[in-house]
Protein backbone atom coordinates (compact mmCIF):
# COMPACT_ATOMS: atom_id res chain seq x y z
CA UNK A 1 0.00 0.00 0.00
CA UNK A 2 1.06 3.55 -0.86
CA UNK A 3 0.13 4.71 2.60
CA UNK A 4 2.10 4.18 5.29
CA UNK A 5 -0.32 4.73 8.43
CA UNK A 6 -2.76 2.34 6.88
CA UNK A 7 -0.04 -0.60 6.62
CA UNK A 8 1.26 0.53 10.21
CA UNK A 9 -2.63 0.32 11.36
CA UNK A 10 -2.72 -3.61 9.97
CA UNK A 11 0.66 -4.00 11.63
CA UNK A 12 -0.95 -3.38 14.85
CA UNK A 13 -3.55 -5.82 14.84
CA UNK A 14 -3.02 -8.42 17.60
CA UNK A 15 -1.80 -12.68 16.72
CA UNK A 16 -3.58 -14.94 18.69
CA UNK A 17 -0.47 -14.98 20.96
CA UNK A 18 -0.64 -11.40 21.99
CA UNK A 19 2.24 -10.11 19.60
CA UNK A 20 2.05 -7.85 16.97
CA UNK A 21 3.30 -7.26 13.31
CA UNK A 22 3.57 -9.12 10.08
CA UNK A 23 5.83 -11.82 11.26
CA UNK A 24 3.18 -13.00 14.14
CA UNK A 25 -0.31 -12.57 11.75
CA UNK A 26 -2.11 -15.90 11.52
CA UNK A 27 -3.34 -16.29 7.64
CA UNK A 28 -4.21 -13.58 5.73
CA UNK A 29 -7.13 -16.00 5.18
CA UNK A 30 -8.39 -16.03 8.80
CA UNK A 31 -7.25 -12.55 9.14
CA UNK A 32 -9.82 -11.54 5.76
CA UNK A 33 -12.56 -13.63 7.16
CA UNK A 34 -12.69 -11.38 10.74
CA UNK A 35 -12.73 -8.55 8.82
CA UNK A 36 -15.62 -9.25 6.63
CA UNK A 37 -17.33 -10.58 9.81
CA UNK A 38 -16.72 -7.32 11.65
CA UNK A 39 -18.10 -5.41 8.25
CA UNK A 40 -21.54 -7.44 9.12
CA UNK A 41 -21.82 -7.33 12.53
CA UNK A 42 -21.13 -3.38 12.85
CA UNK A 43 -22.84 -1.88 10.02
CA UNK A 44 -21.84 1.39 11.46
CA UNK A 45 -18.19 0.77 10.90
CA UNK A 46 -18.24 -1.64 7.82
CA UNK A 47 -16.55 0.76 5.41
CA UNK A 48 -13.65 0.90 7.66
CA UNK A 49 -13.48 -3.12 7.93
CA UNK A 50 -14.01 -2.77 3.98
CA UNK A 51 -11.07 -0.92 3.65
CA UNK A 52 -8.81 -2.81 6.23
CA UNK A 53 -9.85 -6.11 4.40
CA UNK A 54 -9.09 -4.24 0.83
CA UNK A 55 -5.71 -3.80 2.48
CA UNK A 56 -5.49 -7.30 3.05
CA UNK A 57 -6.17 -8.33 -0.19
CA UNK A 58 -3.54 -6.43 -1.90
CA UNK A 59 -1.17 -7.77 0.31
CA UNK A 60 -2.82 -11.50 -0.89
CA UNK A 61 -2.14 -10.19 -4.40
CA UNK A 62 -5.60 -10.03 -5.20
CA UNK A 63 -6.19 -6.92 -7.11
CA UNK A 64 -9.42 -7.36 -8.28
CA UNK A 65 -10.48 -8.14 -4.89
CA UNK A 66 -8.82 -5.22 -2.85
CA UNK A 67 -10.44 -3.33 -5.66
CA UNK A 68 -13.97 -4.28 -5.46
CA UNK A 69 -13.75 -3.77 -1.48
CA UNK A 70 -12.50 -0.14 -1.87
CA UNK A 71 -15.00 1.03 -4.11
CA UNK A 72 -17.70 -0.45 -2.13
CA UNK A 73 -16.02 1.13 0.77
CA UNK A 74 -16.07 4.16 -0.33
CA UNK A 75 -19.59 4.07 -2.06
CA UNK A 76 -20.76 3.20 1.71
CA UNK A 77 -19.81 6.82 2.77
CA UNK A 78 -19.27 5.76 6.37
CA UNK A 79 -16.68 6.69 8.42
CA UNK A 80 -12.67 5.33 7.84
CA UNK A 81 -9.92 6.98 9.78
CA UNK A 82 -7.90 8.49 6.79
CA UNK A 83 -10.74 8.50 4.45
CA UNK A 84 -10.71 5.34 1.99
CA UNK A 85 -10.42 7.75 -0.94
CA UNK A 86 -6.46 7.94 0.74
CA UNK A 87 -6.19 4.53 0.96
CA UNK A 88 -7.90 3.48 -3.14
CA UNK A 89 -5.77 6.10 -4.57
CA UNK A 90 -2.60 4.34 -3.10
CA UNK A 91 -3.44 1.54 -4.08
CA UNK A 92 -3.98 2.77 -7.42
CA UNK A 93 -0.57 4.06 -7.83
CA UNK A 94 0.56 0.85 -6.68
CA UNK A 95 -1.22 -1.08 -9.08
CA UNK A 96 0.41 1.05 -11.96
CA UNK A 97 -2.54 4.22 -12.55
CA UNK A 98 -0.99 7.07 -11.22
CA UNK A 99 -3.64 8.95 -13.60
CA UNK A 100 -6.11 7.48 -12.02
CA UNK A 101 -4.55 7.68 -8.14
CA UNK A 102 -4.20 11.75 -8.79
CA UNK A 103 -7.65 11.86 -9.82
CA UNK A 104 -8.81 9.91 -6.19
CA UNK A 105 -6.37 12.33 -4.65
CA UNK A 106 -7.86 15.50 -6.49
CA UNK A 107 -11.50 14.63 -5.76
CA UNK A 108 -10.73 14.56 -2.32
CA UNK A 109 -8.86 17.30 -2.09
CA UNK A 110 -11.57 19.13 -3.62
CA UNK A 111 -14.40 17.43 -1.13
CA UNK A 112 -12.58 19.87 1.80
CA UNK A 113 -12.43 17.14 4.47
CA UNK A 114 -12.25 18.23 7.78
CA UNK A 115 -10.63 15.29 9.73
CA UNK A 116 -6.45 15.62 10.49
CA UNK A 117 -6.10 11.84 9.20
CA UNK A 118 -7.16 12.29 6.11
CA UNK A 119 -4.39 15.13 5.28
CA UNK A 120 -1.50 12.78 6.90
CA UNK A 121 -2.90 9.42 4.88
CA UNK A 122 -2.83 11.92 1.60
CA UNK A 123 -0.26 13.57 2.45
CA UNK A 124 1.72 10.01 2.67
CA UNK A 125 0.78 8.80 -0.48
CA UNK A 126 1.71 11.43 -2.12
CA UNK A 127 5.22 11.52 -0.10
CA UNK A 128 5.82 7.53 -1.08
CA UNK A 129 5.52 8.38 -4.23
CA UNK A 130 8.24 11.09 -4.02
CA UNK A 131 5.83 13.67 -4.84
CA UNK A 132 7.21 15.57 -1.65
CA UNK A 133 5.76 18.98 -2.35
CA UNK A 134 2.52 17.97 -2.77
CA UNK A 135 2.86 15.84 0.49
CA UNK A 136 3.55 19.40 2.24
CA UNK A 137 0.66 20.93 0.66
CA UNK A 138 -1.56 18.65 2.40
CA UNK A 139 0.42 18.48 5.80
CA UNK A 140 -0.12 21.70 5.52
CA UNK A 141 -3.67 22.13 4.96
CA UNK A 142 -3.89 19.59 7.75
CA UNK A 143 -2.68 22.15 10.39
CA UNK A 144 -4.19 24.79 9.35
CA UNK A 145 -7.89 23.54 8.82
CA UNK A 146 -8.57 21.61 11.59
CA UNK A 147 -6.59 23.26 14.12
CA UNK A 148 -6.69 27.07 14.48
CA UNK A 149 -5.33 27.68 17.79
CA UNK A 150 -2.01 25.47 16.57
CA UNK A 151 0.18 28.78 17.34
CA UNK A 152 -1.57 29.16 21.10
CA UNK A 153 -0.78 25.94 21.84
CA UNK A 154 2.07 24.64 24.70
CA UNK A 155 4.29 21.68 23.58
CA UNK A 156 2.21 19.88 26.39
CA UNK A 157 -1.14 20.19 24.51
CA UNK A 158 0.75 18.55 21.12
CA UNK A 159 2.23 16.14 22.83
CA UNK A 160 -1.38 15.10 23.99
CA UNK A 161 -3.21 15.21 20.63
CA UNK A 162 -2.26 12.36 18.17
CA UNK A 163 -3.20 13.82 14.66
CA UNK A 164 -1.44 16.91 15.93
CA UNK A 165 1.75 15.17 16.44
CA UNK A 166 1.62 12.75 13.47
CA UNK A 167 0.66 15.38 11.11
CA UNK A 168 3.30 18.30 12.28
CA UNK A 169 6.02 15.68 12.41
CA UNK A 170 4.89 14.06 8.99
CA UNK A 171 4.85 18.11 7.91
CA UNK A 172 8.44 18.83 9.56
CA UNK A 173 9.97 15.49 7.93
CA UNK A 174 9.06 16.51 4.28
CA UNK A 175 10.70 20.00 4.76
CA UNK A 176 14.06 18.50 5.42
CA UNK A 177 13.92 16.62 2.92
CA UNK A 178 12.74 19.22 0.42
CA UNK A 179 16.00 21.32 2.33
CA UNK A 180 13.85 23.97 4.30
CA UNK A 181 15.21 25.51 7.31
CA UNK A 182 13.63 24.65 10.16
CA UNK A 183 10.34 26.99 11.28
CA UNK A 184 8.46 27.57 14.64
CA UNK A 185 6.06 24.59 13.97
CA UNK A 186 9.12 22.28 13.33
CA UNK A 187 10.75 23.30 16.88
CA UNK A 188 7.04 22.87 18.09
CA UNK A 189 7.20 19.18 16.95
CA UNK A 190 10.44 18.44 18.37
CA UNK A 191 9.54 20.18 21.45
CA UNK A 192 6.26 17.92 22.00
CA UNK A 193 8.31 14.61 20.73
CA UNK A 194 10.55 15.41 23.58
CA UNK A 195 7.50 15.65 26.05
CA UNK A 196 5.50 12.52 24.81
CA UNK A 197 8.53 10.09 24.94
CA UNK A 198 9.54 11.47 28.48
CA UNK A 199 5.48 10.03 29.28
CA UNK A 200 7.17 6.81 28.36
CA UNK A 201 7.75 4.20 31.03
CA UNK A 202 11.39 2.96 31.34
CA UNK A 203 12.11 -0.30 29.03
CA UNK A 204 11.91 -3.02 30.52
CA UNK A 205 13.84 -6.67 30.03
CA UNK A 206 11.65 -8.93 28.64
CA UNK A 207 11.07 -12.34 29.95
CA UNK A 208 13.16 -15.23 28.02
CA UNK A 209 17.06 -15.75 27.12
CA UNK A 210 19.83 -13.39 26.21
CA UNK A 211 18.53 -13.35 22.37
CA UNK A 212 15.01 -12.17 23.45
CA UNK A 213 16.30 -9.44 25.52
CA UNK A 214 18.63 -7.78 22.83
CA UNK A 215 16.16 -8.42 20.02
CA UNK A 216 12.68 -7.53 21.75
CA UNK A 217 12.72 -4.78 24.61
CA UNK A 218 9.68 -3.85 26.61
CA UNK A 219 8.12 -0.64 27.60
CA UNK A 220 5.38 -0.50 30.63
CA UNK A 221 2.92 2.29 30.15
CA UNK A 222 1.52 3.68 33.48
CA UNK A 223 -2.34 3.68 33.31
CA UNK A 224 -4.62 5.43 35.76
CA UNK A 225 -8.44 3.71 35.64
CA UNK A 226 -11.00 6.44 36.01
CA UNK A 227 -11.75 6.03 39.89
CA UNK A 228 -7.92 6.13 40.22
CA UNK A 229 -7.38 9.46 38.09
CA UNK A 230 -10.10 10.97 39.49
CA UNK A 231 -8.58 10.30 43.01
CA UNK A 232 -5.10 11.43 41.40
CA UNK A 233 -6.46 14.54 40.04
CA UNK A 234 -8.15 15.50 43.15
CA UNK A 235 -5.17 14.86 45.38
CA UNK A 236 -3.05 16.93 42.75
CA UNK A 237 -5.31 18.83 40.87
CA UNK A 238 -1.62 20.46 39.11
CA UNK A 239 -1.69 16.84 37.55
CA UNK A 240 -4.48 17.21 35.24
CA UNK A 241 -2.45 19.86 33.10
CA UNK A 242 -0.36 17.19 32.27
CA UNK A 243 -2.90 14.27 31.68
CA UNK A 244 -5.78 15.78 30.31
CA UNK A 245 -9.15 14.15 30.76
CA UNK A 246 -9.22 10.48 31.05
CA UNK A 247 -9.93 9.76 27.69
CA UNK A 248 -6.95 11.89 26.43
CA UNK A 249 -4.94 9.56 28.91
CA UNK A 250 -6.12 6.63 27.93
CA UNK A 251 -5.07 7.81 24.03
CA UNK A 252 -1.91 8.40 25.35
CA UNK A 253 -1.36 5.08 26.42
CA UNK A 254 -2.40 3.29 23.60
CA UNK A 255 -0.60 5.81 21.70
CA UNK A 256 2.92 5.28 22.75
CA UNK A 257 2.76 1.62 23.10
CA UNK A 258 1.23 1.70 19.42
CA UNK A 259 3.72 3.61 18.38
CA UNK A 260 6.59 1.29 20.08
CA UNK A 261 5.04 -2.00 18.64
CA UNK A 262 5.73 -0.14 15.11
CA UNK A 263 9.54 0.10 16.29
CA UNK A 264 9.60 -3.57 17.06
CA UNK A 265 9.12 -3.00 21.00
CA UNK A 266 6.54 -5.00 23.31
CA UNK A 267 4.74 -3.57 25.79
CA UNK A 268 2.83 -3.92 28.51
CA UNK A 269 0.62 -1.93 30.61
CA UNK A 270 1.05 -1.57 34.95
CA UNK A 271 -1.85 -0.20 36.70
CA UNK A 272 -1.73 2.51 38.97
CA UNK A 273 -3.45 3.29 42.48
CA UNK A 274 -3.53 6.49 44.18
CA UNK A 275 -3.49 5.54 47.60
CA UNK A 276 0.25 2.92 46.51
CA UNK A 277 1.74 6.37 44.82
CA UNK A 278 1.14 8.26 48.06
CA UNK A 279 2.73 5.43 49.94
CA UNK A 280 5.45 5.31 47.60
CA UNK A 281 6.03 8.88 47.91
CA UNK A 282 6.13 8.86 51.90
CA UNK A 283 6.77 12.39 53.02
CA UNK A 284 6.82 14.16 49.77
CA UNK A 285 2.74 13.61 49.05
CA UNK A 286 2.00 17.00 49.30
CA UNK A 287 3.70 18.25 46.30
CA UNK A 288 2.43 16.34 43.37
CA UNK A 289 4.79 13.85 41.88
CA UNK A 290 6.55 14.57 38.20
CA UNK A 291 6.96 12.73 35.76
CA UNK A 292 10.28 11.30 36.33
CA UNK A 293 8.76 10.63 40.36
CA UNK A 294 5.75 8.81 38.37
CA UNK A 295 7.87 6.73 35.73
CA UNK A 296 9.65 5.03 38.97
CA UNK A 297 6.78 4.62 40.55
CA UNK A 298 5.66 2.50 37.77
CA UNK A 299 8.94 0.92 37.89
CA UNK A 300 7.81 -0.35 41.78
CA UNK A 301 4.74 -1.82 40.79
CA UNK A 302 6.02 -4.22 37.95
CA UNK A 303 6.53 -6.81 40.89
CA UNK A 304 2.47 -7.00 41.40
CA UNK A 305 1.95 -7.67 37.23
CA UNK A 306 1.52 -6.12 34.07
CA UNK A 307 -1.84 -6.38 31.27
CA UNK A 308 0.05 -7.41 28.37
CA UNK A 309 -0.72 -5.96 25.32
CA UNK A 310 -2.23 -5.45 22.70
CA UNK A 311 -4.72 -7.69 23.94
CA UNK A 312 -6.58 -10.52 21.22
CA UNK A 313 -9.04 -8.27 19.65
CA UNK A 314 -11.80 -10.21 21.13
CA UNK A 315 -10.36 -10.22 24.51
CA UNK A 316 -11.09 -7.65 27.03
CA UNK A 317 -9.39 -4.25 26.99
CA UNK A 318 -6.43 -3.66 28.58
CA UNK A 319 -8.05 -0.16 29.68
CA UNK A 320 -10.79 -2.49 32.07
CA UNK A 321 -14.12 -0.86 30.44
CA UNK A 322 -15.14 -4.39 29.89
CA UNK A 323 -15.75 -3.82 26.21
CA UNK A 324 -13.75 -6.28 23.69
CA UNK A 325 -10.33 -4.48 22.61
CA UNK A 326 -11.20 -4.25 18.97
CA UNK A 327 -14.35 -2.38 19.81
CA UNK A 328 -12.67 -0.37 22.55
CA UNK A 329 -8.88 0.94 22.66
CA UNK A 330 -8.36 -1.28 20.21
CA UNK A 331 -10.56 0.56 17.11
CA UNK A 332 -9.28 1.97 14.47
CA UNK A 333 -11.37 4.98 15.14
CA UNK A 334 -10.34 5.12 18.43
CA UNK A 335 -7.14 7.62 18.23
CA UNK A 336 -9.17 9.85 15.15
Same mark, same amino acid.
Given at each position: ??? !???????????? !?????? &???? !??????? $????????????????????????????????????????????????????????????????????????????????? *?? &??? %???????????????????? %? *??????? %?????????????????????? $?????????????????????? *?????????????? *???????????? &??????????????????????????????????????????????????????? $?????????? $????????????????????????????? !????????????????????? &?? %???
Amino acid at each position: MAC !PALDRALDELPS !PHGCSG &PQSR !PSRRVRL $GEFEEWAREEPAERAQALTEAAAQWTRAGDHQRAEELFRTAIADGGPVVGDARSYYSGFLFDTGRPEQGRTVLDELWRSQP *TE &PAT %FCCAGEVCEVRGDREAALRW %F *TAGLTRC %FEDIDRLASADVARNHNLCMLL $GARGRVRAALGQPPDDWDRLAE *TARAGWTSLLDRPL *TPRGGALDRIQR &PQVVALYWPPSEFAALTARWPALAADYGEHIDHRRSVETQLREHARLGTSGAVTV $GSCRDLVAFL $GARSAEPPDAATRLKYAASTRASGDVSWP !PERNQPCWCSSGRKYKRCCGS &PT %FLS
